[in-house]
């Protein structure tokens, strides 16, 4: 009897972790939703969506301008004739300026409050608040609330890491420097300012929001220095490109590391691969469900797009206006 209730229990088991993984997953797709609608209603309120990163990517400490004055991106303008003496809403990124329409209005008013002194998000004193939307629960990282951080002599947190990440469009996040992640050709990027209007390979075969998976962290300095400082997900850290995803490849690609400046490589989950270089930064969307990830799209659909989508197909969806239409997939 004991035998035959065990082969029972090992026949239903994978049904019901089947289950359990369908409900996370619809749960994610829930939150990505919220996470597409609140970019939405900012555009709806600023004419535009929110910049993906105040800093060009992998330069800190420095904003352009309007907010900064010591340099600018390439082909920002006009020149800037009177710079100012230090650099406003450095390491802010899309993921706070959604916050008032993801039902977060007086923590984005105290953000708004340290943010005018001229400070760093980084150093925003809830920065481990965690926003539930922005979370995927089949990730079991998330929510992450402590990253590593060399400059805090490894007792400082960066804050919050979430799963949602916003796309930046089919290629590296700084090709050739700094400068040139003000030119990429999704909605997000450097001192972004995408309307709908300029999405002109249309919302629905344009990627908006998508998910990756978050590298666990280590309570206390490891012995390299490094193990624990993963970019990915940071939200009140961005500038190297960490809450940013590329559809260069495919979802899931275990053949392709994601790069980055600042990243676990022998730390990482295992379905997160990096590498860490300071050229040609990527991050590719990822997630725990069986098969793919969740996508949303620029008019507000979220989707369920597989590994196996063609790599033309999905380098298609991460442009907003290559005038090449992805039709059916």
Not at 46 to 63: E, K, Q, S, V
Not at 87 to 98: S, T
Not at 168 to 180: I, M, S, V, Y
Request: charged share 15%.
């Amino acid at each position: 009897m004991i035998a035959i209730i065990g082969i029972l229990v090992a026949l239903l088991l994978p049904a019901v972790q089947s289950a359990r993984e369908a409900a996370r997953r619809m749960q994610c797709s829930n939150n990505m939703k919220q996470v597409a609608l609140a970019l939405h209603n900012h555009h709806a309120a600023f004419g535009r969506f929110p910049h993906g990163n105040y800093n060009c990517l992998d330069h800190t400490f420095h904003t352009p301008p309007p907010y900064g004055g010591d340099y600018q991106c390439i082909g920002q303008s006009p020149p800037v004739t009177n710079p100012i003496s230090f650099n406003h809403q450095d390491r802010r990124c899309w993921a706070h300026d959604i916050w008032p329409y993801l039902e977060q209005q007086p923590l984005y008013d105290r953000f708004t409050e340290h943010m005018n002194t001229g400070a760093s998000a980084l150093s925003f004193l809830e920065s481990g608040t965690i926003i539930p939307p922005l979370i995927c629960p089949s990730d079991p990282t998330s929510p992450k609330t402590f990253t590593h951080w060399n400059g805090g002599g490894g007792t400082t947190s960066q804050g919050f890491s979430g799963n949602m990440v916003v796309c930046a469009g089919n290629d590296f996040f700084n090709r050739g420097g700094f400068p040139t992640s003000s030119q990429l050709n999704g909605i997000f990027y450097a001192v972004s300012k995408t309307r709908v209007a300029d999405i002109r390979d249309g919302t629905t075969n344009t990627a908006l929001v998508s998910e990756i998976i978050l590298s666990p962290d280590k309570p206390s300095p490891p012995s390299d220095g490094w193990s624990g400082h993963d970019i990915r997900g940071r939200y009140h850290n961005p500038a190297h490109g960490g809450v940013l995803f590329s559809t260069m490849w495919p979802p899931n690609s275990d053949e392709v590391n994601d790069r980055l400046n600042w990243c676990s490589e022998d730390n990482h989950a295992p379905q997160a691969p990096c590498e860490r270089s300071t050229a040609d930064m990527f991050v590719l969307a990822r997630s725990y469900h069986p098969g793919g990830v969740n996508l949303g799209t620029a008019d507000g659909a979220i989707r369920f797009v597989t590994e196996g989508i063609d790599v033309e197909v999905f380098r298609k969806v991460g442009s907003r206006a290559d005038g090449e239409i992805t039709g059916t997939w």
